[in-house]
């Protein structure tokens, strides 16, 4: 069973940037869809970005590419979502997930695991 614990996030000015970590414990993500994403009030859960783990592929919405970077530390067992160039409409609560998509596509078959969450806003 996986667990995760988001950690970063908070207020920065537009242009600014941010990271969010996010640790995995309880099992070896040897093989899981890792992603984040967010959520503005009133609107829908986007998925910002994503990482393969069996081969740290990554994807990004079309928002997030240019701008976002995903990663991952093996040692740590963290993924992580360093944010640039923010602007006022990265605004929302950010979520970390994991789940058994492979390469993270299609449908979850199985139960998707989400975190807390972590409040990122960005001012103009």
């Known amino acids: 069973l996986v667990d995760l614990m988001e950690s970063g996030g908070g207020s920065v000015l537009a242009g600014g940037s941010l990271k969010l970590s996010c640790t995995v414990s309880g099992t070896s993500v040897g093989s899981y869809c890792i992603s984040w994403f967010r959520e503005d009030p009133g609107k829908e859960r986007q998925e910002v970005a994503s990482?393969?783990?069996?081969?740290?592929?990554?994807y990004y919405a079309d928002s997030a590419k240019g701008r976002f970077a995903i990663s991952r530390d093996k040692v740590d067992n963290t993924v992580s979502l360093e944010m640039n160039n923010l602007n006022p409409e990265d605004s929302a609560m950010y979520y970390c997930?994991?789940?058994?998509?492979?390469?993270?596509?299609?449908?979850?078959?199985?139960?998707?695991?989400w975190g807390q969450g972590a409040q990122v806003t960005v001012s103009s």
């Open positions: 990482i393969y783990t069996l081969e740290d592929t990554t």
């Open positions: 997930a994991a789940d058994r998509r492979v390469y993270c596509s299609g449908p979850v078959r199985s139960t998707r695991t």
